[in-house]
């Protein structure tokens, strides 16, 4: 049986991991609409180089990713996904 303190702190993981994961999706839209909205500039830009809307979407992924692991690590409590 968990202590109170130790389901505040499980609950707190979730919720700050859970704060990430929204921002993670908000990266992710933001990140769609710029390129979205400047699709025909694309043409100024050589193939080799990486648009900061391209940027934003990226770290948007990475982000939700390493959050969803660590809301379901810290809900089920298993290290290793909260460790990711």
Known sequence: MLSRRSRLVK??????????????????????????????????????????????VAVGVIVLIVAFFGCCGAIKENYCMTMT
């Open 11 to 56: 609950y707190l993981l979730f919720l700050f991991n859970l704060v990430f994961v929204i921002t993670g999706i908000v990266l992710i839209s933001i990140g769609a609409s710029v390129l979205a909205a400047y699709k025909q500039y694309d043409v100024f830009l050589e193939p080799r180089f990486v648009t900061s809307a391209e940027l934003i």
